[in-house]
């Protein structure tokens, strides 16, 4: 198994992400800002040079609106296609 943060379906998580913080027009800044981290936690997950845990998902998903129940449901059904 490859480690999960060079994987595609890594990069795949990331860029739901990514599409859903700029659905929202939340830009990294601001986002930063809202979870008390540096921008750069947020460049460095988006730009897969740091993994998220799980409670940083939730966290994350959270601070742009969203259900994170819901991201992670599309995220699974998007594999499945």
């Known amino acids: 198994m490859e480690k999960s943060l060079k994987?595609?379906?890594?990069a795949r998580l990331m860029?739901?992400?990514v599409a859903t913080r700029h659905k929202a027009g939340i830009r990294q800044q601001a986002l930063a800002k809202k979870l008390r981290k540096p921008q750069s936690f947020?460049?460095?997950y988006e730009g897969g040079e740091r993994r998220l845990d799980?409670?940083?998902?939730?966290a994350i998903a959270e601070a742009l609106?969203?259900?994170p129940l819901k991201l992670l449901r599309r995220f699974l059904?998007?594999?499945a296609e």
Not at 54 to 58: K, L, M, P, R
């Open 7 to 10: 994987s595609a379906e890594y």
């Open 15 to 17: 860029a739901l992400l």
């Open 42 to 44: 947020v460049a460095k």
């Open 54 to 58: 799980v409670i940083e998902f939730i």
């Open 65 to 67: 609106g969203a259900d």
């Open 77 to 79: 059904r998007a594999k």
